[in-house]
């Protein structure tokens, strides 16, 4: 049923953006990504103002969107960074990041990690294989770090969650006294531990996660750090509640001048934020291809020109996120979003966190070759996109200023 709705001229119309260093229209080819550098510039600057009693490092999340600008600013920025992969690391290097800023944690053991503890990275193992292979290397430091899968994990859905019995990150609680046992053996410390729980869960989990992480550094007597990962909730879609890092921060300090009044232990704090970092940075700008419907009481469907080879997370977690049709209608009609695949999962407006099921939108009245946008795409979009899928090409990145 269609709706009135106010004029509202589009924030693209008759503007021109700046794109690395050159000035373009903003009717550019779509489909394409836009990122924010002031947003993400924000974000910066408030993590740069955090505190923990002992120490913080923070350590930008490369998997959540490796541009190669963000990455620089980061890097300019003092920002540490967290790889998830061999390549991610060697990534890293190549765009000038000095190794001691990279921390490495990955589920494949790193065939080439000779190389890279070489160039100064730090390796966190995830397993008690990856724990052997870093024993043994030749050029390995004197210390390491390890991670813990907790007895539990926390996510917005269950493919969130990156601890428990259902998830096989970093290595299980109840064979520390083995990881304990392989580093003396080889004369290594453990001066880190990482613990993850998982990403997008209610901020309200934090201090549970917390006090878990500290129950386990208690096993790790040498450990001077702790990392608690990332997976700090932002706000993309409606009810959804985005986590104050500030409130985050003033608790995790509470707990941890209560660990050292307890064990007279002072613990350097290290987090991991990535779609916190570059979320809201993100625009996906798309142009609808056509329009079908399934009948009087069915729906109707707005083809877009983009899909899950540029954008998986709707059709992956059921995620959802604002889309706005970019043209000046005051009408309001219910309409679902889909794809350009040709796979019956390729949905982007999902019900929330069911990608199995549709959800209608009321949008404005569209068009076939209107602009279309996908808020908050900076996180898990392009860098997580079904690339080569139908051979469609990947939608272009751009920096705004």
């Not at 060697?90 to 160039?119: F, M, N, P, R």
């Not at 404005?364 to 209107?370: C, L, Q, S, V």
Request: charged residues 25%; hydrophobic residues 35%; negative net charge.
């Amino acid at each position: 049923m269609a709706q009135k709705v106010s004029k509202i001229k589009s924030a693209t119309v008759g503007r021109a953006f700046n794109f690395a260093n050159k000035s373009y229209n903003a009717f550019m080819k779509t489909p394409r990504f836009e990122y924010s550098r002031a947003v993400i510039q924000e974000r910066i600057n408030l993590f740069q103002g955090l505190q923990s009693p002992y120490g913080l490092k923070v350590r930008y999340a490369v998997k959540a969107n490796p541009y190669p600008e963000i990455i620089r600013m980061m890097d300019s920025s003092g920002i540490h960074f967290d790889a998830s992969s061999s390549y991610e690391a060697k990534e890293l290097l190549s765009l000038g990041v000095v190794g001691e800023k990279i921390s490495l944690s990955s589920q494949q053991t790193a065939h080439d990690l000779d190389e890279l503890l070489k160039s100064g990275v730090l390796f966190v193992a995830t397993s008690l294989k990856q724990l052997d292979t870093f024993t043994v290397s030749e050029f390995r430091p004197s210390t390491v770090a390890v991670r813990i899968n907790p007895e539990v994990g926390y996510g917005h859905n269950k493919r969130t969650s990156t601890g428990g019995v259902n998830s096989s990150f970093g290595i299980w609680h109840e064979y520390i006294d083995e990881v304990l046992k392989k580093t003396n053996d080889a004369g290594v410390k453990i001066d880190r531990v990482h613990i993850h729980f998982g990403s997008g869960a209610d901020p309200s989990v934090w201090g549970d996660v917390m006090d878990k992480s500290l129950l386990i550094m208690e096993r790790f007597v040498d450990a001077t750090i702790l990392d608690i990962g990332g997976g700090y909730k932002v706000h993309r879609y409606a009810e959804e509640k985005e986590a104050d890092m500030k409130e985050i921060m003033t608790m995790f300090s509470v707990k941890l001048e209560e660990f050292f009044a307890r064990t007279g232990r002072k613990i350097s704090l290290e987090i991991e934020p990535g779609t916190y970092f570059v979320a809201h940075a993100g625009t996906l700008v798309a142009t609808i291809d056509d329009i079908v419907d399934t009948g009087k009481d069915g729906y109707t469907f707005l083809r877009l020109n983009t899909g899950m080879n540029d954008f998986l997370r709707s059709s992956l977690y059921g995620a959802r996120h604002k889309i706005e049709v970019m043209n000046n209608s005051e009408v309001l009609k219910d309409y679902v979003v889909v794809g350009h695949n040709c796979e019956s999962g390729d949905i982007l407006t999902p019900m929330a966190g069911n990608p199995e099921e549709i959800e209608t939108r009321k949008l404005r009245e569209a068009r076939i070759g209107d602009e279309v946008k996908i808020y908050d795409t900076g996180a898990y979009c392009a860098s997580m996109r079904a690339k080569g899928y139908n051979s469609f090409p990947s939608a272009e990145e751009v920096m705004v200023d």
